[in-house]
T-cell receptor, first 116, second 109 residues
Framework: ETGVTQTPRHLVMGMTNKKSLKCEQH?????MYWYKQSAKKPLELMFV???????ENNSVPSRFSPECPNSSHLFLHLHTLQPEDSALYLC???????????????FGPGTRLTVT | GQNIDQPTEMTATEGAIVQINCTYQ??????LFWYQQHAGEAPTFLSY????GLEEKGRFSSFLSRSKGYSYLLLKELQMKDSASYLC??????????FGKGTTLSVSS
């Protein structure tokens, strides 16, 4: 595997279900991110992890719970979601999270989530 | 806060040149990124501007003017495969990227 991988690619879940999204980066980066992409809206930053420590939570509801066990893996645990949470969830990684360099972010293919 | 504005849609023909504009209001940022996103795929990096001026990478160029709060992405010799969404994003210190809504470009033959 190369780059950033995400599983599953598609997920349908009921509002009472609990599920998890997984992201893995094979680039040796030290920062990982979760973004949400809804139709007609900009990509929205959800969480930032730097060396396994959460450095940003962009006012995300507690029904989304991130976990970063190491610099290569990132999870997003989902529970009691709402239909408006249906979106494409993108994971990204980068070498430098401080914003002081030009290191770009590499995105995974995303998980298309549908909440019924 | 920061408002990032891009045209929603643009159309062009093969071989043409197209300019996609991005305007923003923000209190400060480290640099401005452009990403390309094909339907159903991940965004991929195109260019990064930190200083005012033009950055050229093959058929794609990006320009930044901090004083005017303005950037553009220039695509030359358009090809059908350039049909995609083009995302403008600001990088602020200590945070990840702040994205505009993106511009969907349709290239026809």
């Amino acid at each position: 595997e190369t780059g950033v991988t995400q599983t599953p690619r598609h997920l349908v879940m009921g509002m009472t279900n609990k599920k998890s999204l997984k992201c893995e980066q094979h680039l040796g980066h030290n920062a990982m991110y979760w973004y949400k992409q809804s139709a007609k809206k900009p990509l929205e930053l959800m969480f930032v992890y730097n060396f396994k420590e959460q450095t940003e939570n962009n006012s995300v509801p507690s029904r989304f719970s991130p976990e970063c066990p190491n610099s290569s893996h990132l999870f997003l645990h989902l529970h009691t979601l709402q239909p408006e949470d249906s979106a494409l969830y993108l994971c990204a990684s980068s070498q430098d999270p401080t914003g002081l360099s030009s290191y770009e972010q590499y995105f995974g293919p995303g998980t298309r989530l549908t909440v019924t | 806060g920061q408002n990032i504005d891009q045209p929603t849609e643009m159309t062009a023909t093969e071989g043409a040149i197209v300019q996609i504009n991005c305007t923003y209001q923000t209190s400060g940022f480290n640099g401005l990124f452009w990403y390309q996103q094909h339907a159903g795929e991940a965004p991929t990096f195109l260019s990064y501007n930190v200083l005012d001026g033009l950055e050229e990478k093959g058929r794609f160029s990006s320009f930044l003017s901090r004083s005017k709060g303005y950037s553009y992405l220039l695509l030359k010799e358009l090809q059908m495969k350039d049909s995609a969404s083009y995302l403008c994003a600001l990088r602020k210190a200590g945070t990840a990227l702040i994205f505009g809504k993106g511009t969907t470009l349709s290239v026809s033959s």
